[in-house]
């Protein structure tokens, strides 16, 4: 499941992926393992795949938080936009 967390009010975007890391990846070995906060200006293609396609290792679901998407370099973008069509 894909959730996109979009506006110009950062603490209600913080306060709806506090709830969803609540949700999905309850405990601390589970934050540990199923987890990934990425920040689109220091991520590549290649970390942000490996991200992507990570099985979960505690849960059933596993947690990938994008911030500033729109600073994905064009690499990066291609590789998201893949994922997103495959999922």
């Known amino acids: 499941m894909i959730y996109l967390v979009s506006g110009p009010d950062g603490a209600l975007k913080d ?3 506090a ?5 999905i990846v309850p405990s601390h070995e589970a934050y540990l393992f ?5 920040d689109a ?5 290649p ?7 990570a099985l979960p290792a505690v849960n059933a679901k596993r947690l990938v938080v994008l911030h500033n998407v729109h600073k994905f370099n064009p ?4 590789a998201l936009l893949q994922f997103l ?3």
Not at 41 to 45: G, I, P, R, V, Y
């Open 15 to 17: 306060q709806k992926i």
């Open 19 to 23: 709830e969803l890391k609540a949700k």
């Open 34 to 38: 199923d987890y990934d906060n990425l």
């Open 41 to 45: 200006a220091e991520t590549d293609a």
């Open 47 to 53: 970390t942000l795949r490996k991200a992507l396609l």
């Open 75 to 78: 690499p990066a973008k291609e």
């Open 85 to 87: 069509v495959k999922t």
